[in-house]
């Protein structure tokens, strides 16, 4: 059964940072994009950032450009999503998600992590 679990989440002031980690497991990731999204109350899921396996040239929203990173680690099967500057506007259930390199659609997806920004 394939599993993604996401932690790290939590309540912190704007100016402040997080590091969310997605842990994966069930199958080999081999191969797999990467990718992290957000869904914040009243509002549909939005794209936050993605990896290659490979790890080279990840792409982000712009609305976290320059703030944050993913990140991932295969050998661990975990992606991480560091955010720094963190602003009220990212409060959001921050969810994992990963896909074969070649589809548009994710295939697999996490429970979710709660970050909350407060002002």
């Known amino acids: 059964q394939v599993q993604l679990v996401e932690s790290g989440g939590g309540l912190v002031q704007a100016g402040d940072s997080l590091r969310l980690s997605c842990a994966a497991s069930?199958?080999?990731?081999?191969?797999?994009?990467m990718g992290w999204f957000r869904q914040a109350p009243g509002k549909e899921r939005a794209f936050v950032a993605a990896?290659?396996?490979?790890?080279?040239?990840?792409w982000y929203a712009e609305s976290v450009k320059g703030r944050f990173t993913i990140s991932r680690d295969n050998t661990k099967n975990t992606v991480y999503l560091q955010m720094n500057s963190l602003k009220p506007e990212d409060t959001a259930v921050y969810l994992c998600a990963a896909k074969p390199k070649l589809r548009t659609e994710y295939d697999y997806w996490g429970q979710g992590t709660q970050v909350t920004v407060s002002s």
């Open positions: 990896i290659s396996w490979t790890g080279g040239n990840p």
């Open positions: 069930g199958r080999t990731f081999s191969g797999y994009t």
